[in-house]
C-alpha cells in the first residue's frame, strides 16, 4: 500500500466568525484553536506566538484568520503567567491583554483546526463531539505531517490563507495514520507551570520550533532569516 496524496481573532474577525457552515466552518474566516491545560502557560504561548508569525510572514495580521486559545481545566479570568510573557516578549510577541478561559463545546464547535499540548488533550477535545477528530492534533503532530505534504498540492495564497488553511489540514489528517510519531513523548509539549523561567524557555523553543513549519504551510512564506 501506498500512502494517500497529500494534497482570540486576529485582527476583528470574531464578528465575521459568528456565521458560520456546519460544524463551525465559517465561510470567510479560519479559527485555529490551541489547548492546553489551565490556559495561563502553553496554549497562551502557543497562541500569541502564532499571531506574531503569520504577522513577520505576512506583513499584516492575516485576513481572515483567528487565532485563540484555551484549557481543559482553564484558569477562566486569569491572566498568563509572568514567565509565559516574558518568553513572548523575548520573541517579540504581544502578550497584552490576556485573559484565560476554560474549554467550552461552543470553541471546539466552531475551530476549523484544533491544536493541543498533549495526546491527553486531543482526546479530551475529540471526547467532546462535534466531529472534531478530523481536525484535531497535537501541535508537534500537526507538525510532523504538515512536513510531509508537498506545499505545491496546496492553493497559492492569491486563493486566500483560509482556503489554503483548509486544504492544510485536509491533507495532514489524511496522512495521520501513515506518520506515526517515533515515540510517545514525541507528540508532546510538557507543562511548565511553576517552572523556573530557563524551563520556559525551552518550551518556547520548542513551540517555536513546532510552529515555524506550520505558519510557513498555512502562508506559503518562510520565517525572515
Same mark, same amino acid.
Given at each position: 500500500?501506498?500512502?494517500?496524496?497529500?494534497?482570540?481573532?486576529?485582527?476583528?474577525?470574531?464578528?465575521?466568525?459568528?456565521?458560520?457552515?456546519?460544524?463551525?466552518?465559517? /465561510?470567510?474566516?479560519?479559527?485555529?484553536? /490551541?489547548?492546553?491545560?489551565?490556559?495561563?502557560?502553553?496554549?497562551?504561548?502557543?497562541?500569541?506566538?502564532?499571531?506574531?508569525?503569520?504577522?513577520?510572514?505576512?506583513? &499584516?495580521?492575516?485576513?481572515?484568520?483567528?487565532?485563540?486559545?484555551?484549557?481543559?481545566?482553564? /484558569?477562566?479570568?486569569?491572566? =498568563?503567567?509572568?514567565?509565559?510573557?516574558?518568553?513572548?516578549?523575548?520573541?517579540?510577541?504581544?502578550?497584552?491583554?490576556?485573559?484565560?478561559?476554560?474549554?467550552?463545546?461552543? /470553541?471546539?464547535? =466552531?475551530?476549523?483546526?484544533?491544536?493541543?499540548?498533549?495526546?491527553?488533550?486531543?482526546?479530551? &477535545?475529540?471526547? =467532546?463531539?462535534?466531529?472534531?477528530?478530523?481536525?484535531?492534533?497535537?501541535?508537534?503532530?500537526?507538525?510532523?505531517?504538515?512536513?510531509?505534504?508537498?506545499?505545491?498540492?496546496?492553493?497559492?495564497?492569491?486563493?486566500?490563507?483560509?482556503?489554503?488553511?483548509?486544504?492544510?489540514?485536509?491533507?495532514?489528517?489524511?496522512?495521520?495514520?501513515?506518520?506515526?510519531?517515533?515515540? *510517545?513523548?514525541?507528540?508532546?509539549?510538557?507543562?511548565?507551570?511553576?517552572?523556573?523561567?530557563?524551563?520556559?524557555?525551552?518550551?518556547?523553543?520548542?513551540?517555536?520550533?513546532?510552529?515555524?513549519?506550520?505558519?510557513? *504551510?498555512?502562508?506559503?512564506?518562510?520565517?525572515?532569516?
Amino acid at each position: 500500500m501506498t500512502a494517500p496524496e497529500a494534497g482570540r481573532g486576529i485582527g476583528n474577525g470574531e464578528r465575521a466568525a459568528e456565521q458560520t457552515t456546519t460544524f463551525g466552518l465559517p /465561510h470567510d474566516t479560519f479559527r485555529i484553536l /490551541h489547548v492546553s491545560t489551565g490556559n495561563v502557560c502553553r496554549s497562551p504561548i502557543t497562541e500569541r506566538l502564532t499571531r506574531h508569525f503569520v504577522t513577520e510572514r505576512l506583513g &499584516v495580521l492575516g485576513g481572515g484568520l483567528i487565532v485563540e486559545s484555551a484549557g481543559t481545566w482553564g /484558569h477562566e479570568g486569569a491572566p =498568563m503567567e509572568a514567565n509565559a510573557e516574558t518568553v513572548l516578549a523575548e520573541f517579540g510577541a504581544d502578550a497584552s491583554d490576556f485573559v484565560g478561559r476554560e474549554l467550552l463545546d461552543e /470553541h471546539v464547535i =466552531m475551530a476549523d483546526l484544533v491544536l493541543t499540548a498533549t495526546r491527553d488533550h486531543r482526546a479530551q &477535545v475529540i471526547s =467532546m463531539g462535534h466531529s472534531a477528530g478530523l481536525r484535531t492534533f497535537t501541535l508537534k503532530e500537526f507538525t510532523r505531517l504538515v512536513r510531509a505534504i508537498d506545499p505545491a498540492t496546496l492553493p497559492p495564497l492569491e486563493d486566500g490563507v483560509v482556503a489554503r488553511a483548509r486544504a492544510l489540514v485536509r491533507a495532514a489528517a489524511a496522512l495521520r495514520g501513515w506518520l506515526l510519531a517515533p515515540t *510517545a513523548e514525541a507528540d508532546e509539549v510538557f507543562d511548565p507551570y511553576g517552572a523556573p523561567l530557563p524551563f520556559f524557555r525551552s518550551i518556547g523553543d520548542e513551540i517555536h520550533e513546532a510552529l515555524d513549519p506550520v505558519v510557513t *504551510a498555512l502562508t506559503g512564506v518562510p520565517a525572515r532569516m
